[in-house]
């Protein structure tokens, strides 16, 4: 293995590991984009997923950073050949996430971070449960997920609405994460989210450089 992560002390020799992919979901307003973007500004070692798509590019979104923008005959190809570890149709779009470039991380030892749904989160841990460590992130209260979501400048009453009453039903998925985490304060939960992927590097199974760590320990 290559490009191993050891996240012991720097006096201390590396022990090569297996990336992980870290899944965090939530209601539309619960918080989840806030701290996907402070794990990713104060953690190196792991990297967001992109996303293949149908659509067209939005004005300065980069192909391969923002999205893998492929045509409807070649998404569906892929989907064919299992290329995509989840996907779905969202209105007339194909969205997916490959899974030859997450599992070459893994493998790296990089971990990755999805910002998918609970029905995106049921598929990767159908194709990939191993290597999975999902996150589900709740609002304090539903007046405080209100509140957010009426903050947003962005979004009509119309829109909030809807929002509001899709949210029990993703709720409703929390049994199905391995964490849960209620958002009240953003910095504990970035607080929280990193003990989890702290945590969740050390075990023994993604530690795969750990048999041979410990064989040179005995044998010296």
């Not at 701290?35 to 190196?44: I, T």
């Not at 005959?73 to 050949?81: D, G, K, L, T, Y």
């Not at 929390?174 to 003990?195: F, G, K």
């Amino acid at each position: 293995m290559t490009d191993a992560v050891s996240f012991a002390p720097a006096n201390l020799p590396a022990v090569d590991r297996r990336g992980l992919m870290l899944v965090l979901s939530s209601p539309s307003g619960a918080g989840k984009t806030t701290l996907c973007r402070a794990l990713l500004a104060q953690d190196s070692h792991i990297a967001m997923s992109v996303s293949a798509t149908t659509r067209a590019p939005r004005p300065g979104e980069v192909d391969g950073k923002d999205y893998h923008f492929v045509a409807v005959p070649r998404f569906e190809e892929m989907v064919a050949a299992g290329a995509f570890l989840e996907h779905a149709r969202v209105f007339d779009n194909y969205y997916g996430t490959p899974r030859a470039p997450v599992e070459a991380a893994l493998a790296a030892g990089r971990d990755v971070l999805f910002d998918i749904d609970w029905q995106g989160t049921q598929q990767v841990a159908q194709n990939a449960r191993a290597d999975l460590v999902s996150v589900f992130i709740l609002p304090p209260s539903v007046e405080e997920l209100g509140r957010r979501l009426t903050t947003r400048a962005s979004d009509s009453a119309e829109v909030v609405a809807a929002r509001m009453a899709k949210a029990g039903d993703e709720m409703s998925h929390w049994r199905e994460y391995d964490y849960i985490v209620v958002n009240s304060e953003v910095d504990r939960s970035v607080a929280a989210v990193t003990a989890i992927l702290a945590a969740e590097r050390l075990k023994r199974d993604r530690q795969v450089g750990m048999h041979d760590f410990v064989a040179r320990l005995r044998g010296a």
